[in-house]
């Protein structure tokens, strides 16, 4: 007989998409961060949101600014996933290979959310000491970004000034959040994808057969999700 959480009951019927009630308290606090913004937000009204009081929301969350630290979260944790898929790739990526099925990736998952999480990096918030832990996976991503990015103009011999460009690049797609749904849309990953190349020197007729190749793996690592679900 499955167990249920302890935990006051919801006022109304459940109103948000999710599993947990956990779930349920993120996309509330997604919506109300990215439409009135953090400030503007309370823990009340996202208990609201959600059909909870707000002592139950506390059961989940201490504070407000936990809550915003595991939005973040969700913007780089399936990307920091996806890289030792990339890294085990046989036969290897190459540096070119690995860039573009990253950044095409991550620029996926900034585009496919329910709500814009990557236009959070603006507020003035994030720079409180307790979103550490965003801060210090999203150095992770960056980093990791820079050395494929360094491996690539050791080859091509572009300036090492642009190796820091791919990054900034793919975190651009969230002023991109405006676009309709559609081709359009859906195709602006594997775009800046392949201009992170392009700064990097990698010219555009060499550019086809390195997308082949990313966009298998990330097909691959997306089967593969899918049949371990």
């Not at 109300?32 to 609201?48: C, H, V």
């Not at 969700?74 to 540096?95: D, H, K, M, R, Y």
């Amino acid at each position: 007989m499955p167990l249920t959480r302890a935990g006051r009951p919801r006022l109304h019927d459940q109103r948000r998409p999710g599993t947990t009630a956990r779930d349920e308290i993120l996309d509330a606090a997604g919506e109300l961060f990215t439409t009135l913004g953090y400030t503007g937000t309370s823990t009340r009204s996202i208990a609201e949101s959600v059909g909870i009081r707000q002592a139950s929301l506390y059961h989940y969350f201490k504070t407000k600014d936990d809550i915003l630290c595991a939005l973040l979260g969700q913007t780089v944790a399936p990307t920091l996933s996806f890289i030792p898929n990339l890294l085990g790739a046989e036969p290897a990526l190459s540096a070119a290979e690995h860039l573009h099925a990253l950044a095409a990736f991550d620029g996926d998952q900034l585009l496919s959310g329910q709500w814009n999480l990557g236009a959070l990096y603006l507020l003035p918030e994030l720079r409180d000491a307790r979103l550490e832990p965003f801060w210090s996976d999203r150095e992770r991503l960056r980093l990791h970004y820079l050395a494929l990015s360094s491996a690539v103009v050791d080859q091509t011999g572009v300036h090492q000034a642009a190796a820091d460009l791919p990054f900034r690049l793919v975190e651009s797609l969230v002023n991109m959040w405006t676009v309709p749904e559609g081709p359009e849309r859906s195709a602006l990953p594997i775009h800046v994808a392949d201009a992170c190349l392009r700064v990097l020197g990698i010219p555009d007729e060499a550019t086809p057969a390195v997308r082949q190749r990313s966009l298998r793996e990330v097909e691959r690592y997306a089967r593969d999700g899918a049949a371990s679900a």
